[in-house]
């Protein structure tokens, strides 16, 4: 029976600043920057642009990736800061997820080195195309609700909490498939596909999309296989992703802010009626199986085969508000104490509009107070939750659960 979770693409060495507002207000104030030039499509050719995207995204409390020049702007602007070495992108972060909860995965990697060896759980295991070790470090911005910034002329303050991420990667921007993921799929009771949002030539991701379709020839029939969409760093590449890929997919996800991108407006994520049209439309254009929207309020999944990922959709909320809390700290014992929170009000209501208007289904977020959010790969976590729904990987958590029970008892009775 195959029960090997392969989760890739590329994973990413990530600089996690800890948020200084002072800090930003005296770069702000340095280069001189008026609350007029504020936007999030300026080209982040240095400093003193990516600092203008950064309070652009701030002042609408958005989140997004963005591609930079050079890795030496993002080391630049990280040196002001207090800064954490962490692991990113989707598979890894939600391969870490799975790993507190006692589920091994096997990750697809397309670059190595010292950090990577050194931060990635043991229980993974790695089929890599990376052929030496590189570093380009995705710069992480977290920032709080309520904080606010002083520019030259003005003040912003963040509506909402959120994150950024601004990396020039080429092994990511490249994605070389490795040579035996098709092995590794022949086992899999589940494939993740992410981070083809990095690439930038279509005929570069023409061609690795051909050595994805060839491995994935390999995966058991019954595999699931969820594609996680992302800030693609030009939209206009996501197109071809689906063109090659969707008829094989069977999940597939995003976030509000990528729901939001897709349909060119605003969503007001607390409405039922203006959320029910904007899934209609996200499906329209892409008609998967299963189309999951994950957001702070709610998870829904809308098309034919919804309904058979409730039990996914619950674990990924689960999931990702236990991160909210604890950041990767968290246990499984964690996601027992989210599971007693309270529900929010208004995402129940969006959930009961969807479910009664399309054929969908979704569950609420939970009300998570905490002085000291997560919000850093809150969506990959959710991707790591929904996936430990799989069979497969339910029923080695559970054995997981009862062996660490076990092991406690014998402890005791010691």
Request: hydrophobic share 50%; glycine share 8%; aromatic share 6%.
């Amino acid at each position: 029976m195959a029960e090997d979770l392969v989760l890739g693409l590329g994973g990413t060495v990530d600089y996690e600043i800890r948020w200084d507002a002072a800090v930003l207000s005296a770069l702000a104030e340095g280069y001189g920057i008026r609350s007029d030039e504020l936007t999030t499509t300026t080209p982040i050719i240095d400093e003193r642009a990516l600092v203008v995207t950064v309070l652009a995204f701030l002042a609408t409390g958005g989140g997004g990736e963005r591609f930079v020049l050079s890795s030496d702007i993002v080391e630049r602007f990280a040196a002001h800061f207090d800064v954490e070495i962490t692991l990113g992108g989707t598979g890894v972060r939600a391969g870490i997820a799975l790993d507190r909860i006692g589920v091994p995965t096997v990750q697809h990697l397309v670059s190595i080195d010292d950090n990577v060896r050194r931060l990635l759980p043991r229980s993974m295991r790695v089929v890599s195309s990376a052929t030496r070790d590189t570093l380009d470090p995705h710069l992480i911005v977290q920032y709080p609700e309520g904080t606010t910034v002083r520019l030259v002329d003005a003040e912003v303050t963040a509506p909402s909490s959120n994150r950024l991420i601004f990396a020039n990667d080429a092994p990511n921007r490249e994605m070389a498939i490795a040579a035996d993921l098709g092995d590794a799929l022949a086992g899999a009771a589940a494939f993740l596909v992410s981070g083809f949002n990095t690439m930038q030539d279509a005929d570069l991701l023409a061609n690795r999309l051909d050595d994805l379709a060839t491995a994935m020839r390999r995966l058991p029939a019954d595999a699931l296989v969820y594609y996680e969409d992302a800030g693609f760093y030009q939209r206009e590449l996501s197109a071809i992703v689906r063109a090659r890929l969707l008829d094989r997919i069977d999940v597939y996800g995003m976030n509000e802010d990528e729901l939001q991108e897709y349909l060119a407006r605003p969503v007001d994520l607390l409405s039922p009626d203006d959320v029910v049209a904007a899934l209609a439309e996200a499906h329209a254009l892409i008609p998967a199986r299963a189309l999951v929207v994950h957001t702070k309020y709610w998870a829904i999944a809308v098309g034919p085969r919804a309904a058979a990922h409730r039990a996914g959709l619950e674990s990924a909320v689960r999931t990702a508000a236990t991160r909210y809390r604890l950041g990767d700290a968290c246990t499984a014992a964690d996601l027992d104490e989210t599971a007693r929170l309270p529900r929010h009000a208004g995402g129940a209501a969006v959930v009961a509009k969807a479910e009664r208007v399309l054929s969908a289904v979704g569950v609420a977020a939970f009300v998570v107070d905490t002085p000291h959010p997560t919000t850093i790969g809150l969506g990959d976590t959710f991707v790591g939750g929904f996936l430990a729904a799989v069979p497969a990987a339910a029923r080695i958590a559970t054995a997981a659960a009862l062996e660490r029970a076990l092991d406690a008892a014998a402890t005791i009775a010691r």
